[in-house]
């Protein structure tokens, strides 16, 4: 009796060390060089900026390539008295120990970080508008789309794809607004998207 229970501790440990290697956790060199890209981003663009922080919780690492690992998350920078949301896209290139992309926007009042369904990441949301109005140009010629930004979802799919979806109104050569429904699946580690379907 006592091996077994032995024997399934082991076990037990042993998938628990697999599943958080499979997991990358955000820290190292790839949150030290972007950490110091987005200060002096902020700064430069910026200038009345003062301490410039990245929101550990809500950071998310994937491997942009072979050489290029990818951060994405939440910050804020302090101004006067206030603290200002913002959120950022950083891919630090391990070989060169440079970042090689960075962006930054500001963040909604009140949004929370990705965690299940909820507000979209913007980087998503923006993605998913283009790929929508692409379509809508070549399906329906001569139709536009006003999207509804307050309408964004995001959930999870994998751990490098997500989920989006929203609505809007779009309007036909005839200029009568219709309600459309969009979904697209967006791909973190390319910010692409992969697939997108219009309602």
């Not at 082991?10 to 697999?18: D, K, N, Y």
């Not at 002096?40 to 922080?53: D, G, L, T």
């Not at 930004?149 to 997500?162: G, P, Y």
Request: aromatic share 6%; net charge positive.
């Amino acid at each position: 009796m006592e091996t077994r229970r032995l024997a399934a501790g082991v076990a037990g440990a042993l998938l628990w060390s697999v599943a958080a290697a499979a997991t990358p956790e955000p820290g190292g060199p790839t949150r030290s060089a972007c950490a110091v890209a987005l200060a002096e981003r902020v700064r430069k663009e910026r200038p009345r900026a003062e301490k410039v922080e990245m929101l550990s919780e809500t950071l998310r690492e994937w491997p942009e390539s072979s050489v290029q690992t990818g951060l994405r998350g939440d910050g804020r920078f302090l101004q006067g008295n206030e603290w200002v949301a913002i959120e950022f896209r950083c891919v630090f290139n391990v070989k060169s120990a440079k970042v090689d992309h960075l962006a930054d926007q500001a963040k909604a009042p009140g949004k929370p970080p990705l965690r299940g369904r909820t507000n979209a990441d913007a980087f998503a949301a923006a993605a998913c508008s283009r790929e929508i109005e692409r379509k809508l140009a070549s399906d329906r010629p001569g139709t536009r789309l006003a999207v509804q930004d307050d309408s964004f979802e995001e959930w999870q799919i994998s751990d490098t794809e997500a989920g989006v979806s929203g609505q809007g109104q779009a309007q036909g050569a005839d200029r009568h607004y219709r309600p459309v429904r969009f979904e697209c699946a967006y791909d973190a580690r390319a910010n692409r998207v992969t697939r997108a379907d219009l309602q």
